[in-house]
């Protein structure tokens, strides 16, 4: 244990050996905050945690591969079962573990940015309305900011009109965009990236024994580049923790 945190200055040796409850770490860049993470997590499963335990999110795959490589430095192999991954990963694996209690089939697929636009494009086809006045990159961005603010197409109205930008006719034909896209995802039996949180954010609200099972599980979350994190995120470790 002494050599895990022989390499560490006296903050950082603070932050891993932080008991229970929760901690923000603030610290600038290249100051080692991932240094932190990966010898928190090693320390933890020194003292007896489980590694089934311990879930760390991070922004990218590449980041999630490195935070993992580095703790199996640190640890060897004993880290079979922990998560460490993205948060849509994260989102992906809980939603196919549990497609029972969803409106989705668990053999869901998911949409990545061609098929979006694909999909609005058909949208804007069907509802006689013109690309260059409605641009699909537009709408996408638009109904992408609404999803990571938890906002469903029922609540998609109120919500263009407190940003106060959009007027008269057009909010409508906004409005109406992101519900037929709603509804063409579900019929394909699909979910795109900003789905993949706002349904297990959903899900764990709409099945509190369920959000029990998974914080029982989860008694140590670390989330990497924490101040990044849009609401639905904030909302789901909320949930979590």
Not at 161 to 185: A, C, H, M, P, W
Request: hydrophobic letters at 40%.
């Amino acid at each position: 244990m002494q050599q895990l945190l022989d390499g560490l200055n006296e903050m950082q040796r603070e932050a891993v050996q932080h008991g229970s409850g929760p901690l923000l770490i603030l610290a600038g860049a290249g100051s080692g905050k991932t240094k932190v993470l990966t010898h928190r997590i090693a320390y933890l499963l020194k003292k007896g945690v489980e590694p089934y335990q311990i879930l760390a999110v991070t922004f990218t795959n590449k980041a999630a591969q490195e935070m993992r490589a580095r703790v199996q430095e640190l640890v060897g192999e004993g880290i079979s079962g922990m998560w460490i991954m993205t948060f849509h990963a994260a989102c992906v694996r809980i939603l196919r573990r549990e497609g029972r209690h969803l409106a989705h089939k668990g053999n869901f697929v998911i949409y990545d940015k061609a098929d979006q636009l694909t999909l609005i494009r058909d949208i804007l086809r069907e509802l006689n309305l013109d690309d260059k006045k409605y641009s699909p990159q537009g709408c996408l961005a638009l109904i992408s900011r609404a999803k990571n603010e938890l906002v469903a197409p029922p609540d998609f109205l109120s919500y263009l009109k407190r940003q106060k930008k959009y007027t008269g006719s057009y909010i409508g034909n906004l409005d109406d965009v992101y519900g037929f896209y709603q509804e063409r995802l579900e019929e394909n039996n699909a979910l795109d990236f900003d789905d993949l949180l706002n349904a297990v954010v959903r899900l764990f609200q709409d099945q509190p024994g369920l959000l029990q099972r998974y914080r029982e599980r989860f008694r140590y979350i670390l989330v990497d580049e924490y101040q990044d994190t849009n609401h639905a995120q904030y909302v789901l470790v909320k949930l979590l923790a």
